[in-house]
């Protein structure tokens, strides 16, 4: 540094330059391709996804019946949510961040756009398929192709690079993590996949038939987005709060437990599958060490200072949803019980996971901005978890038919989950409008 405390200028040979200007290119390009990701996952997160969602409940509410509307509308939102939202969130980051993390030559950009550009269309024709049946059959053949092609590109761009350092280092226990999870997408895909052409060709509606309906979002639920929530917590987590080291050989047998959950829960072993998920979640928070004593301050700088607290509430939320779903699997036709578990799931820990961590890293890759304001944060926050209690807690007493004033509740966590949503994407957006606090720089091309 010099006196005045700049840093100094350093004179770089042509070469070097070439390389560095070379670099700087990619992770503007980078940055470019995880905004757009960001943008059109928050678009279904917002429309198709909440929406639809908040509109659904308020139908079920003002006729006191769980299974007044279609299926098929119940579906497109859940679709929407899984894949539209989280599901281009995952590609995004997982196009930015995992051949860095693993250091392996870097793939051709051509190829994350066309994953983007077949995956929204495909996420998007599926939405349609569901609420509008004009040529659904070729609709939801067509979606679920579209959807399948997309994940290969993707495979075959972030996992079949070898490392640039031809470095023969074991791989780390989070990547396992994440790439169970990976399979888990898999999974799900292929089960849309043939689900979706044999109802095109034997059915009357694009709804999948309930049971398999239940068995496909364990799938797509346990055993995609909570493995790859988990892996991505092994690789940060601990940096971010100040943990204490990984446990990672129980890190390991939390993914046993919990695929062989997945695994039951589909061939229609609820309550035991239950009782694994529940064992899964409670050994991935002991071996992350969430709620031992840090051993450094957590790094919150850019974001609100809470942001610790209420990755441990999602936690928290995460053992309550694998316990609802034992309850719901004794109980038997228990549509409340179900509903509150796969909420509890999908809001309580997935949401939140997304708005925490999400806000912390998605502005630094996105060409080093700083989060546009923690406090907003800090209120959606509040608002997921107050909304979420509500929803949870009214869901089980109203569809159970526990008390009847319940109903009434449940419109109004729709709307205060809707605001928290809505805050994020605002949170997100204006982020991104604002320009870069630092010029990109290979320096800072890190994904810590
Ligand atoms: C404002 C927030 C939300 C509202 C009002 C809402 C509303 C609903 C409603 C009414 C149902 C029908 C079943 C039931 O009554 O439980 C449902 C199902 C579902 N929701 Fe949500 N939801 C919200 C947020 C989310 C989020 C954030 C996700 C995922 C990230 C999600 C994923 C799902 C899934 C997977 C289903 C089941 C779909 C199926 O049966 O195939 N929801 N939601």
């Not at 509410?61 to 579906?75: D, G, L, T, V, Y």
């Not at 888990?184 to 059915?203: E, H, K, P, T």
């Not at 309906?213 to 917590?233: A, E, H, K």
């Not at 997921?384 to 038919?401: F, K």
Request: charged residues 10%; contains cysteine; proline residues 6%.
């Amino acid at each position: 540094m010099s006196a005045a405390g700049s840093p100094r200028p350093v004179w770089l040979d042509g070469k070097t330059k070439s390389i560095m200007d070379r670099a700087i290119a990619r992770e503007k390009s980078l940055s470019r391709l995880l905004m757009t990701y960001i943008i059109a996952g928050l678009v279904f997160m917002l429309l198709p996804g909440t929406f639809l969602g908040v509109w659904n409940l308020i139908k079920i509410s003002s006729r006191e019946a769980a299974e007044s509307i279609s299926p098929a509308w119940i579906q497109a939102h859940g679709h929407a949510q899984l894949f539209g939202w989280v599901g281009t969130f995952i590609l995004g980051i997982g196009f930015y961040s995992i051949p860095k993390l693993r250091k392996l030559k870097p793939f051709a950009l051509w190829s994350a756009w066309l994953t983007w550009a077949l995956w929204v269309v495909g996420v998007t024709v599926r939405w349609f398929s569901n609420i509008y049946p004009w040529h659904w059959r070729i609709g939801l053949s067509l979606s679920a192709t579209l959807e399948l092609v997309a994940f290969l590109i993707f495979f075959q761009a972030v996992a079949s690079h070898r490392p640039s350092s031809g470095s023969t280092k074991p791989l780390e226990p989070w990547i396992f993590i994440v790439i169970a999870a990976t399979l888990g997408l898999l999974a799900s895909l292929l089960l849309n996949i043939g689900a979706s052409f044999q109802l095109a060709l034997n059915a009357s509606s694009p709804a999948f038939p309930h049971l398999f309906d239940q068995r496909y979002l364990i799938v797509s639920t346990w055993g995609f987005i909570v493995p790859m929530i988990w892996g991505f917590s092994a690789r940060w987590l601990p940096v971010f709060m100040g943990l204490r080291p990984l446990r990672n050989s129980i890190l390991l047998i939390a993914l046993g437990l919990n695929t062989a959950g997945v695994i039951l829960g589909f061939l229609e072993q609820f309550v035991v599958a239950g009782i694994l998920l529940v064992a899964g979640a409670a050994t991935v928070v002991v071996a992350i060490r969430f709620f031992e004593p840090v051993v450094r301050a957590a790094k919150t700088i850019n974001v609100h200072r809470s942001f610790p607290a209420f990755i441990r509430i999602a936690y928290g939320w995460l053992l309550i949803a694998a316990t609802l779903g034992i309850w719901a699997a004794r109980v038997g036709e228990a549509p409340g019980i179900w509903g509150a578990s796969r909420h509890a799931l999908t809001v309580g820990f997935i949401a939140a996971m997304i708005f925490c961590v999400g806000q912390r890293i998605l502005p630094s890759f996105s060409g080093m901005r700083v989060l546009w304001s923690p406090r907003l944060m800090l209120v959606m926050l509040i608002l997921l978890m107050t909304g979420c209690t509500l929803r949870v807690a009214s869901e089980i007493l109203a569809y159970q038919d526990y008390a009847k004033w319940a109903w009434n509740t449940l419109p109004i966590s729709a709307l205060i989950e809707l605001t928290a949503v809505a805050l994020f994407a605002v949170n997100l957006i204006a982020t991104f409008a604002h320009p870069p606090v630092v010029a990109p720089s290979p320096l800072a091309m890190t994904t810590e």
